[in-house]
């Protein structure tokens, strides 16, 4: 919990706008959608922790935009696991799905949601949840800032 708010801290502190960069917004809920999927369906994601990764999965996923630099440059130079560099680099793994899936929904393509709802296993009742618990706490954190 306190990497998670060292995290947005960080964004929030060194960035254009902080939290109210609408590329920083978009990360940020990327990433707790991500997050909410992987708490809401324990038994399709491997033990403690996983939901930590999903949410800094998402939140990583356009700090090469943020910053002007590839992303292969960001991920090299930062400490990462295989599975989060995976996902950030390749889109391949558990949190490159989701984050497909959620870049999917961003987008609104909805048969690109529906194919993959269903290599993840997911329901869309479960990214629906995810969606709507999402922007309930982006608009908490926003009206903190």
């Known amino acids: 919990q306190l990497k ?3 995290q947005l801290l960080l ?8 939290i109210h960069n609408p ?3 978009t990360a940020t809920l990327r990433g707790r959608i991500m997050e ?3 708490q809401s369906r324990p038994d ?3 033990g ?5 990764l999903a949410f ?3 939140l990583l996923s356009l700090i090469d935009v943020l910053l002007g630099t590839p992303m292969k440059e960001v991920v090299e130079q930062l400490n990462l696991t295989d599975d989060v560099r995976q996902a950030l680099l390749a889109h391949e793994g558990s949190l490159g799905l989701l984050l497909s899936l959620s870049e999917q ?6 048969k690109g949601v529906d194919r993959l709802l269903k290599q993840s296993g997911l329901r869309l009742s479960d990214l629906m949840s995810a969606q709507r618990g999402a922007i309930s706490w982006m608009n908490q954190l926003s009206a903190g800032f």
């Open 11 to 18: 964004f929030t502190q060194g960035g254009k706008g902080g």
């Open 36 to 38: 909410l999927l992987v």
């Open 48 to 52: 403690m922790g996983y939901s930590d």
């Open 56 to 58: 800094m999965t998402g």
């Open 23 to 25: 590329l920083m917004q």
């Open 44 to 46: 399709l994601y491997r």
């Open 105 to 110: 929904q961003e987008a609104a393509d909805f």
């Open 4 to 6: 998670r708010w060292v």
